[in-house]
Nanobody, 123 residues
């Protein structure tokens, strides 16, 4: 089971970025996808999650109305569209996956993790 994350970079405040997470090795079992981030010197925090069917989503309060989580199961890919970015969104962003159809905000329930991608938002 592997997750490959891409799409990070440097953007000015107010700008947008889209992160992608390609999953492999899940052998047809349903899985939920989550996004977490870790700023320098801080704990890893939940950002957003989407269930297998993409009908249910969770968001951290800090990103609601600015970020959108989605997925395309035909491409085994999850996405995090980030708009109206703020300097406080600067962090390493991680994609994670957990088997099953239920959503979770708890990092401990996610068994598979991508390598992380750095998002830097300049003021």
């Amino acid at each position: 089971v592997q997750l490959q994350v891409s799409g990070g970079g440097l953007v000015q405040a107010g700008g947008s970025l889209r992160l992608s997470c390609v999953a492999s090795g899940f052998t047809g079992r349903p899985y939920a996808m989550g996004w977490f981030r870790q700023a320098p010197g801080r704990e890893r925090n939940f950002v957003a999650a989407v269930d297998w069917s993409a009908t249910s989503t969770y968001y951290a309060d800090s990103v609601k109305s600015r970020f959108t989580v989605s997925r395309d199961n035909a491409k085994n890919t999850g996405y995090l569209q980030m708009n109206s970015l703020k300097p406080e969104d600067t962090a390493v962003y991680y994609c994670a996956a957990k088997y099953g159809t239920s959503l979770s905000k708890d990092a401990r329930t996610f068994r598979s993790w991508g390598q992380g991608t750095l998002v830097t938002v300049s003021s």
